[in-house]
């Protein structure tokens, strides 16, 4: 079984310089891809060997009077080859829209940045069943690619299973990460990676790295504590935890 893949994101953690580099050294595989803070891009980057460098966001335009944001372009420069987009927390705190995602996604397009998009459903549509989760998740995919054939990895990110401690279980999970595989095959003509976030760790990892559609994972909290990331970098490479 190939490696499945990580996206460590780190999200506004940790404060100092040293604890990002002693978490990237913890976490240099090839298989992963750390995404710190913005301050801690280039100490990450001298840290690993193997990893590589992402982003938690991008702003869709190359330049200009735009307070506070970070081009594409600029990431490139900083040696980030991967950019989180449209992550819940982005959509819930600062109100991104689908628009909002699908520019930055043709942004990242534009220097070939690989995107990650993030989606998800709430608890109250959940509530209402997994076919209207199915629907909710679509219409994010359809408002978000639009025609675009550009290929991005999809991050299946329900959202209440985000830094909650509740997963989904990895039955429905696989069945959301095919629905999303069909929808982009019918859409764009390519069948995207899949991958599961919401309080991975290295208790639930196998369950989920065991189904084939799911492609690898998007972690949070556990990927800035690095005993238990390495349980799970263990886990996505196949190898049995020590
Ligand atoms: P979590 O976060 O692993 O802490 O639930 C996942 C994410 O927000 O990407």
């Not at 998009?117 to 998740?137: L, Q, S, T, Y």
């Not at 991975?200 to 238990?228: C, Q, T, Y």
Request: hydrophobic share 45%; proline share 5%.
């Amino acid at each position: 079984m190939p490696s499945k893949l990580l996206i460590a994101n780190w999200k506004m953690n940790p404060a100092r310089e040293s604890d990002a580099v002693r978490i990237a050294k913890a976490s240099d595989a090839k298989h992963v891809v750390i995404c710190p803070p913005f301050p801690h891009l280039g100490a990450v980057r001298a840290a690993v060997s193997e990893a590589r460098l992402g982003a938690q966001d991008v702003f869709w335009e190359d330049q200009g009077a735009y307070t506070g944001e970070v081009s594409p372009r600029q990431l490139v420069n900083a040696g980030v080859r991967w950019v989180i987009i449209g992550h819940s927390e982005r959509r819930t705190l600062f109100g991104e829209t689908d628009e909002i995602v699908h520019k930055k996604i043709t942004a990242a397009m534009r220097v070939l940045l690989k995107a990650v998009v993030c989606v998800g459903e709430p608890g109250d549509v959940r509530r209402h069943g997994h076919a209207e989760a199915k629907r909710f998740v679509a219409r994010q995919l359809k408002g978000a690619l639009r025609t675009l054939d550009f290929r991005v990895t999809i991050a299946y990110e329900p959202v209440w299973a985000i830094g909650t401690g509740t997963p989904d279980n990895p039955a429905e999970t696989a069945e959301m990460a095919a629905h999303i595989k069909e929808v982009i095959q019918g859409m764009a003509g390519y069948e995207p990676k899949v991958l599961y976030g919401g309080s991975v760790n290295a208790k639930n990892a196998a369950g989920f790295f065991a189904r084939a559609e799911i492609d690898g994972a998007l972690v949070g909290g556990a990927s800035v504590r690095p005993d238990e990331f390495k349980s799970v970098m263990r886990i996505a490479a196949g190898r049995k935890q020590q």
